[in-house]
C-alpha cells in the first residue's frame, strides 16, 4: 500500500475507452481517495458515432457531415463525462484530435506529454502499442503515449516542467490478439488482473450512457458476460480487468497476496462459485429496452 494518496491517469483513443477497459480499476482507485484524469485523445466521432455514420451511408453526398460533427463531440463527451462520473471520477481531458488522424504525430505526442507534466501522475495507464498489429487507433494512440512518457521526463524545448512518470501499464492488451496475422508478433500479455466484481453494476450503467455507440442495454450487459467475465474466469473471479506493466516491478520480496495464500486452503466449490457469479449480464434494463432475436443472421445466409 502506497503511504499517500496516487494519481492516475488513463490515456484513451476514443471517448469511451476512458472507463470501459479500465474503469472498474479507476473506480476502485477513486474510492481509495486516488486522483483519476482521463485524456481523451480523439473526438471519436468519425469512427465511433455510429447513428452519425449510418446517416451518412443511407444519405451519401447529400449528408453534410461537417455540419453535424461538433454537435456529436459534444454528444459523446457528455456521454463519457458521464460514464466517468458513475465511475467516481470527473476530471475528462479532451485534447480534441479528429479520429481519422490515425498516424503517430509530434503534435499528438506532445498533447499528451503536456498532460502528464501538468497532471503528474505516479501511474499512467494506455493502450498496448501494438494493438491490432499496431495498425489501429488504439495502437496510435498507445504508441504516442508510450513516446509522451519518454518526453515528459526529459528537458524537453520549451520551459515545462518535466515529470518522470514511475509506473505504466497497457489495458486490455490481449484484447484484439487473433484477429491478424500481424499481432502474433506482438508482445502482449497480461500479467496482472484487478477484480471488478465489486463495481461491475456501475461499469454496466456506465456502458449505458454510451447511447451514440448502441452500448446502453443488452449490449453493455453481454459486454459484462463476454470481456469482462472472461477475464474473470482466467483470473479465477468473477469478473476481472488485464493489464501489461511495461517495466518489471522493483520489490524487496516477491510479492503474494492474503488471496492467493488463502486460496491453498479453498476448496474447489468455493473457486468455482466465485468464478460463477453473474451480475452484470442480470442487471434491469434501461426503461424501453428489451433484448431481442430480430438482428439474428439466418442460418441460409451462412451458406457459400
Known sequence: MPTRPIRLMIVAAHPADSFDQAGGTLAHHAARGDSVTAVVTTTGVRSHHWELAEKKREMGAEFDVEASVQKAVNEKLEEVRAACRIMGFEDVRDLGFEDDDILVTQDKIEAIADVIREV?????????????????????????????????????????????????????????????????????????????????????KALDMITSQFYGGPYSRKRSETSDGAYGQAASVAYAEPFQRFQPQVLYYLPITEHELEARDEGPGFGMARRGEVVGGLMPLPPGMEYTSASRVAKEKYTT
Open 120 to 204: 503528474k501522475p505516479d501511474v499512467l495507464i494506455g493502450h498496448h502499442p501494438y494493438e491490432s498489429g499496431g495498425f489501429k487507433m488504439h495502437g496510435t494512440v498507445g504508441q504516442c503515449t508510450i513516446y509522451a512518457w519518454q518526453l515528459a521526463q526529459g528537458t524537453g524545448r520549451g520551459t515545462q516542467e518535466r515529470h518522470p512518470v514511475p509506473v505504466l501499464y497497457f489495458m486490455n492488451p490481449t484484447a484484439y490478439v487473433g484477429n491478424n496475422s500481424l499481432e502474433y508478433a506482438g508482445t502482449s500479455r497480461t500479467d496482472l488482473y484487478v477484480d471488478i466484481t465489486d463495481v461491475i453494476e456501475r461499469k454496466v
